[in-house]
T-cell receptor, first 112, second 113 residues
């Protein structure tokens, strides 16, 4: 059974670069979420889509973070330009109408 | 302001049954008890959830106290793959901002061969 798929699993970027993270939600789910996870801040919401429409955009992340949902089965998170403080694990999750959230394995981003 | 309390760590040996406790004395009537587990540098993995009745699936058995103020996640025949941090969280079923999850420290389960 296909869960949430995230690519790449690891990304290393130089400061100032543009990186794009990808996510494929569970088939049939209408909600898609992007989170950032760090030991200090824990789980932070970046974006929430319902049926491809942006429902919530994490206020603190608006300037350099842009999530898009091109179709119901694919989403991207662009970080432009990257900064060292962006180093974290980026998680994509999906659900059906805000029921159980299923997470992907995550993308570990390191910004040098 | 954590709404659940879990032991910091527990240990087990392969093949044993493990009982992971969670206390949630201030749980609201519309809050479900969710369990996720997570290994380093990977996303949280859904384990199970329940509202009032005990539940079981291929991963675990969830026992919920009759007053709903505590619950126990029971893992049978644990293997090395079950070693992870187990998080017990409360979450309303749907609606509102129930996607804004807060994972506490959870219980680190160590499994030895």
């Amino acid at each position: 059974d296909a869960g949430v798929t995230q690519t790449p699993r690891h990304e290393v970027a130089e400061k100032g670069q543009t990186i794009i993270l990808k996510c494929e939600p569970v088939s049939g789910h209408n909600d898609l979420f992007w989170y950032r996870q760090t030991k200090i801040q824990g789980l932070e919401l970046l974006s929430y889509f319902r049926s491809k429409s942006l429902m919530e955009d994490g206020g603190a992340f608006k300037d350099r973070f842009k999530a898009e949902m091109l179709n119901s089965s694919f989403s991207t998170l662009k970080i432009q330009p990257t900064e060292p403080k962006d180093s974290a694990v980026y998680l994509c999750a999906s659900s059906f109408s805000q029921n159980t959230l299923y997470f992907g394995a995550g993308t570990r981003l390191s910004v040098l | 302001d954590a709404k659940t309390t879990q032991p910091d760590s527990m240990e087990s040996t392969e093949g044993e049954t493990v009982h992971l406790p969670c206390s949630h004395a201030t749980i609201s009537g519309n809050e479900y008890i969710y369990w996720y587990r997570q290994v380093p540098l990977q996303g949280p993995e859904y384990v199970t959830h329940g509202l009032q009745q005990n539940t079981t699936n291929s991963m675990a058995f969830l026992a919920i106290a009759s007053d709903r103020k505590s619950s126990t996640l029971i893992l049978t025949h644990v293997s090395l793959r079950d070693a992870a941090v187990y998080h017990c969280i409360l979450r309303v079923g749907s609606g509102g901002s129930n996607y804004k999850l807060t994972f506490g420290k959870g219980t680190l389960l160590t499994v030895t061969p």
